[in-house]
């Protein structure tokens, strides 16, 4: 359920982005310990203007050790061959250097002098990943260190480097968030009934309108393509810039050769929600080939217009939380667990469960005779099995309420419920591409809300990719990567609060609660002081995360205005062996 979108400002999208990326910086650079008692906040008060120049420029009172940290950072600017960049190199360094590929991120950047003359140096800039831009602009996180050797000469100018220059490109983090912005781009699902983002990291101030479509026109990232559809932006092209003008965006696309309403509609909400969430909002006029792209939108669009294919609508009206409580489904219902309807009411034996978002459906992992069984079925009414076996994990929805996905002695599977059969069928997920990532045995998975993305526990390490489907409907896990290669401690489970952010249970007692976003940037650590480890089970809502420790369920707001300060007990039906269940989780 969504509010009305012609009130909705990208103001609340960017605080929270703010927040999330000020925290990150924080834990990346180590300047500001971040307290355990109390959660990253919001930066109210942060002035979004940046400095005219994003990065610095050669001087000659600069000494070595400030002309290498100062030409990482120019390194950002990757704009005109990173021109920026070779200010600080002699003519043969920069015919020599490849600039081409990636662009390596990092942290706690060092700088240790090796040899020193009047005009010469040889020196060494250290540091530690923290994550690599691919040249797409996807972000993704990295570990391990890092060491650049660079040899200096001094001429009339000041210093300048002379010795190759690694391929690709090197900046810090600090310099990282100064210099690019993060954008979602939105992309149709294989059903074009609902958008996919694809988080993707630009260079400069603001976003440039027409760089943001034609990066939808490009599509999506590498991993996503078993996972969307591009319909009708599939070889279409601009004609010439977006022009902003007051209150109206005009678009004018070319090639446009799908001729289907439904397919052009999605493709005008591709535009108008990545132009929407980057800030750029007004009228759209989309044209295809000087034509209007849908006949009866001549006038232009609103996001009204498209908001039944809104990626991220706000919630006005939450479901109620759900526990397992002595082994049966219950609701809470006025701070106390009333059984739900139907069986898993009255059942004794619930070790797990999963509710779909629109509370239409239902799935239950029981212990019988020894084994795993995994029912299915109607929210309140009779259930099904789909599969057994010697051990299955907790189960999730994905955006359809008759499908869902749940690990089966570690083997991924996915099940399907026909409702007017009362029947249910499941198969398994090819995973061979986690093994590449991480090799183990893979203990938790938790689809996405918008049921395109996976999260996995693998050998107590965090993994996400995606969930593609070939042509003949069979699905895969592909486009996998580390979550957090250089967190402490054992993930133990993993949650969805939105299609974008996750939360993860681990072992320890000093951090045991992380968040993390598919954005790339680093997990931050969760306000801890007051839970009683270990931690067990973890859920989400989009405003509240919950997790199982020795007291029982504990909840804390993560609002955007006044997040929680520390954790709660979630009711007194909530002590000891209870697990919070949250439809859409």
Known sequence: MSGNPMNRSPLKRV???????????????GCVDIPQSSPPQPIQSFDRKRPTNIVPTPRKSDDPETTARNFLKAMADPTAGHRSARKFLTPGASQRWDDQGSMRVLQDVGVVIDERTAT??????TGTRMAVLGPNGTLRPDSGSETIPLSMVRDKGGWKVNGDVPSGSITDASQFLIAYRQVDLFFPDRTMTRLVGDPHWLYGTEPNPTTLVNRILAGPSAELTGAISQGAARGASLLGAVIVARDTVTIPLGNVTATDQKDRTALAAQLIWTLDYAGITGTYRITADGAPLVAD??????????????????TTNAHPVHLIHNGSLTRLTGNRAVPVEGELGAAKDIVAAAISADTTKSAAIVKRAGRDVLL?????????????????????????SNTGYVLVDGRPTRWDFDPETMTARSGPIDAAAIASVQPGPITQMRVSPDGVRVALVVDGRTVVGVISVNDVGAPSLSGAYQLAPDAQGVAVDITWSTPKILYAARTGTEVPVWRATIAGTPPIPMVSGNLKPPVQDIAASDSTVYVSDTRGVQQLGTGEVRPDQYWTILGPDAGPGSIAVIPGS
């Open 120 to 125: 010469a140096v040889r020196l060494r800039v």
């Open 297 to 314: 939108r001549a006038d232009g669009w609103r996001t009204a217009d498209v908001s039944s294919l809104e990626p991220d609508p706000e």
């Open 376 to 400: 299915v079925g109607p929210y309140g009414g009779r259930q099904v099995e789909a599969v057994t076996g010697t051990a299955i994990s907790s189960p999730s929805f994905g955006a359809d």
């Open 15 to 29: 605080t929270t982005l703010l927040a999330l990326l000020m925290c990150a910086a924080l834990v990346l650079t």
